[in-house]
């Protein structure tokens, strides 16, 4: 079943969450969050259904699938971030305006 789960089929993931939560393990319910992350994000609605049910059912499990949808910020990527620190040998990037060439 976990070959079938890591190929992609969502029948197969849907039966492993279930098998993983009623385990209740804190590794089995990461792997579970992650089948259901799949799963929710598939075009089955069929099997979509199934993952709700099973969310409705298991507050541990939704618990984790919320925690792993929290997006983490770098703060070096954002637009007003703080600029890097250069070395004092370190050359200046020569700009194509400051050639002339605009």
Do not use: H, W
């Not at 089995?28 to 089948?35: F, K, Q, R, S």
């Not at 259901?36 to 499990?61: R, V, W």
Request: charged share 25%; with cysteine; hydrophobic share 35%.
């Amino acid at each position: 079943m976990r070959q079938s789960a890591a190929k992609g089929c969502t029948n197969a993931m849907l039966s492993l969450s279930e098998l993983l939560v009623k385990s209740g393990s804190p590794a089995d319910l990461e792997t579970a969050a992650y089948y259901m992350q799949k799963i929710l994000s598939s075009g089955d609605t069929y099997i979509k259904e199934g993952g709700k049910k099973l969310l409705n059912s298991s507050p541990a499990l939704a618990e984790k699938l919320r925690a792993q949808d929290k997006t983490v910020y770098n703060l070096k990527i954002r637009f007003f971030g703080q600029p890097e620190q250069r070395t004092e040998n370190a050359p200046l990037p020569i700009r194509a305006t400051a050639l002339g060439n605009s």
